[in-house]
Every structure is written in C-alpha cells, then in structure tokens.
C-alpha cells in the first residue's frame, strides 16, 4: 500500500473550491484502487489544505496521476494556487 500526502496552498480567496472538488473526486479515485483519502486544513491558515490518500499500489497511485480524472482535476484547481503544490509518497516499513 501506498500512501500519498499532497500540501496544496490557494489564494485566500480561492481556498474555499478545494472541499467541493475534493468531494466530488473522491468517489472517481476510489474506483481507480484509492482505498481511502482524507481532507485536511492546516489550522490558522485557511489557505492551505492537506490530503492523505492510502493507495492499493504504486501502480494504482501512478494509473490515477497518470488518468483524465486527475489532469481535469488538477486543470480545475491549479489557476487558484498560490504556491506549488507538495507530493509525497510513503511505503510503511514493518
């Protein structure tokens, strides 16, 4: 299992589309192998939102970034961004 943390930072006045295109996209990712994914905000900074996605695989997470779904997502959201988004994928040691 992969899991995948995205920091993304919004025009103040921008931050408030993230939540709706979150929700809408969510169910999409899950029927391309996302088991679970979760939306975060940074506390004092409304601006700034943080996902936690859990992916069945790397080559799930790489299906999705790679997927329609996820170049109209990002088309959507990325003209709001006020700085580049951070991505970092993580594999759990046990």
Same mark, same amino acid.
Request: hydrophobic share 40%; aromatic share 14%; with cysteine.
């Given at each position: 299992?992969? !899991?995948?943390?995205?920091?993304? !930072?919004?025009?103040?006045? %921008?931050?408030?589309?993230?939540? %709706?295109?979150?929700?809408?996209?969510?169910?999409?990712?899950?029927?391309?192998?996302?088991?679970?994914?979760?939306?975060?905000?940074?506390?004092?900074?409304?601006?700034?939102?943080?996902?936690?996605?859990?992916? %069945?695989?790397? $080559?799930?997470?790489?299906? =999705?970034?790679?997927?329609?779904?996820?170049?109209?997502?990002? $088309?959507?959201?990325?003209? =709001?961004? $006020?700085?580049?988004?951070?991505?970092?994928?993580?594999?759990?040691?046990?």
């Amino acid at each position: 299992m992969i !899991t995948r943390i995205v920091r993304l !930072t919004f025009r103040a006045e %921008e931050a408030w589309r993230f939540p %709706e295109v979150f929700r809408a996209t969510t169910p999409k990712q899950v029927a391309l192998g996302c088991r679970s994914n979760r939306m975060f905000h940074e506390p004092g900074k409304p601006e700034v939102w943080v996902t936690i996605s859990e992916w %069945e695989s790397h $080559a799930a997470l790489e299906g =999705y970034r790679t997927s329609e779904l996820f170049y109209g997502t990002w $088309a959507q959201l990325k003209p =709001y961004f $006020a700085a580049p988004a951070e991505a970092y994928s993580l594999e759990e040691v046990r």
